[in-house]
């Protein structure tokens, strides 16, 4: 792809692979008398595309749900940019650069494509109360500026000739394409999918695979994704970890990962 | 929390408009046969001659339209409050009400006080926005993730509060309105139309006036600006806007805010057409048969449904509700939009709500 790594607004980032961004260290979460995640650690490198994968129910959206500050782990912490957290707020994280996506997808329905991007740059829009509410002046510059960006951010997506429609009017797997470009609009430095191909045919899974892949490559975010699909998991992730129960039974690049008798077991079950 | 309630639509035709209509042509049809066939004269006096009457006498009619227009655009204003509540958090604000009263107490008990009458509207607004923020930080916030009907059940304990408070602190007694030191304007004009007068109350065309331009002013905010966009945006996935980094919190509060102005603004209204008192928390509930005509969450629908409400309660009340022995006009917006629930229940401007099973 391109040379250098470049974010949204043409300013170059720097892509030193290999430094931690984000560490997981001994988190718990339960739920009542329900443990969904147990002394769980790992950590994302800046850069790298990490796959979270591991049976339904393994706890692997509750720990993107920490990760964002959905959830709030009763132990341990994490840290983010070197930054040790206690109970952050989601549109505290979301300020810090951490994006994410749904499950299902979650978008705001009655919205266009547009709009639902443009909600994308919320933080990044910084005109008070008044002048919004007026419309006039630095408002509207600042309305027509990041308009911009988000007309690029459909272009990369492909997804001009759905600009003006109501997004929960969109088939499925353009409805996922939308929400990737809501959390590509915050220019965010971590990006969490969550399944981000889970409901699409084979040409869209080809589609997503290839925009997530670019994403990485061109603006040089660090993705960290939940994935089913193990062909798509392989593919995509430098890094692969494997969660079982709420704990994690393997770390490591796919092809260890791979090999893994826990792995293996978790997935195609172990004779009792 | 933007699904409400699965609500299963009539399916005889599939165009609801074409439904409604065919049926509406067949009332009116078997109207006339049934009139011309009427023996007693009593379908005679229902369908025909209040027609009758307002053909022959169209100035009475002017007048009445426009009576029922003045009080639409108020009913419209409270709904606009409801709408705004309930489209950024899915809370249906049974103390909108209230609000309104609150709202024209304090302008009028701070002017009591001896302070000018715009620097009490500064005030005003400013209570409001404090009554915002308490009600976020105390209500909303604890209750977060609750089911609807619990921030439901909250708010009316905001409603009993705030009469109680409010009593408290400004006595029971109805008060005047601060009409002239606001420069509204007082008196009417009497205009010459159709063959007689009509009589035009000045404030309630500085109502209708000012209403527009709120709701005008309201409906560009929404659409075009961030925060507009944020607040449609915390209406339709919270966990979504979450992850965009817009705060539900800051959200709730500029919501409850701008509920409280346009209940202020209300309140002036109200109160300059009447007295400034409790009695008025009791008009608010029209606002439930304009929401259930015009949807719970259009902007639009508030202002077309008040306007429907406003005028036919006035013409059923002057024509039809003689025959009757009168007052028709305190049920009859209920009775009009349980008519309304049987063909479109999801109000004409509201989201249809489409249950994915």
Redesign the interface.
């Known amino acids: 792809m391109n040379a250098e790594p470049m974010n949204l607004t043409g300013t170059p980032i720097p892509a030193k692979k290999g430094e931690i961004l984000l560490s997981v260290e001994n988190v718990s979460l339960r739920f009542g008398g329900v443990k969904a995640i147990s002394g769980v650690s790992f950590d994302i490198r800046k850069g790298e595309v990490r796959a979270i994968i591991g049976p339904n129910g393994a706890g692997k959206t509750s720990m993107l749900n920490c990760i ?1 500050g ?1 959830y709030h782990p009763q132990e341990g912490q994490i840290t983010y940019k070197g930054v040790r957290r206690a109970r952050m ?3 505290q994280a ?2 810090a650069g951490i ?2 996506t ?1 499950q299902n997808v ?6 266009s494509t547009l ?1 639902n991007i ?6 990044k ?1 910084r ?1 008070g ?1 008044f002048w ?2 007026l ?1 006039q002046g630095p ?1 509207m510059a600042e ?1 027509i500026e990041h308009r911009k960006v988000v007309e690029d951010i459909i272009d990369f997506l492909q997804i001009e000739h759905i600009r003006k429609l109501p997004v929960g009017k969109l088939p499925y797997g353009l409805q996922k394409r939308v929400e990737l470009g ?2 590509l ?2 220019e965010p430095e971590l990006l969490l999918l969550d399944e981000p191909m889970a409901g699409m045919n084979l040409e869209e899974k080809e589609d997503m695979c290839r925009f997530i892949l670019d994403v990485n490559n061109q603006f040089g975010t660090t993705i960290a994704l939940i994935e089913h699909d193990m062909g798509v998991v392989m593919d995509l992730s430098d890094r692969v970890v494997v969660l079982e129960y709420g704990r994690k039974i393997a770390d490591g690049t796919p092809d260890e990962v791979k090999q893994d008798q826990k792995v293996i077991d978790a997935y195609l079950g172990v004779a009792h | 929390m ?1 699904e409400v309630a699965t609500r299963p639509a009539p399916n005889l035709l599939s165009n609801g408009w074409i439904k409604t209509g065919l049926i509406l042509i067949g009332v009116v049809l078997a109207a006339i046969v049934g009139a011309q066939l009427d023996s007693s004269g009593t379908l005679h006096k229902v369908l025909i001659d209040p027609f009758q009457q307002m053909v022959s006498a169209p100035d009475l009619l002017v007048q009445t339209v426009w009576e029922g227009l003045v009080s639409g655009v108020l009913y419209a204003l409270i709904a606009l409050g409801f709408v705004l509540i309930f489209k950024a958090s899915g809370v249906f604000n049974f103390a909108q009400g209230i609000m309104v009263v609150f709202a024209a107490l304090t302008l009028v008990g701070l002017h009591e006080k001896g302070v000018p009458a715009f620097l009490a509207v500064i005030l005003t607004l400013g209570v409001m926005f404090l009554l915002a923020l308490t009600i976020e930080r105390v209500v909303l916030r604890p209750l977060v993730n609750q089911p609807d009907i619990i921030l439901f059940m909250a708010t009316f304990g905001i409603t009993y509060f705030l009469i109680g408070f409010g009593e408290a602190v400004f006595g029971g007694n109805p008060k005047q309105m601060i009409t002239s030191e606001l420069y509204l304007p007082k008196g009417a004009i009497d205009a010459k139309i159709l063959g007689g007068f009509v009589s035009f109350q000045k404030i309630d065309i500085a109502a209708a006036i000012i209403a527009s331009i709120m709701i005008a ?1 309201l409906a ?2 929404f659409q ?7 607040l ?2 915390v ?3 919270h ?9 539900l919190n800051q959200i709730w509060v ?1 919501v409850w805010f701008t509920a409280g102005i346009v209940a202020l603004i209300t309140g002036i209204m109200w109160g300059a057409r009447s007295d400034v008192s409790f009695a008025l928390e009791i008009v608010a509930l029209k606002a439930l048969p304009v929401l259930i005509l015009g949807g719970f969450t259009s902007i639009p629908g508030a202002i077309v449904g008040g306007l429907i409400i406003g005028i036919g309660e006035k013409l059923g009340e002057f024509y039809w509700g003689p025959l009757i022995g009168g007052g028709i006009e305190s049920w009859l917006a209920y009775f009009i939009a349980l008519g309304f629930l049987l063909f479109r229940p999801q109000g004409l401007f509201g ?1 249809k709500i489409i249950e994915r099973i």
């Open positions: 964002n959905f707020k989601p549109h979301a300020a994006a994410r749904f979650a978008l705001f329905k009655g919205m709009d443009m909600t994308g740059r919320t933080l829009m005109r109360f919004q509410a419309r408002a309305e809501r959390a609009a915050m | 933007s002013a560009v905010f075009y600006t961030r925060i507009g966009r944020a449609r945006a209406a339709d996935s966990k979504a806007a979450l992850s965009v980094g817009i705060s500029i989201d």
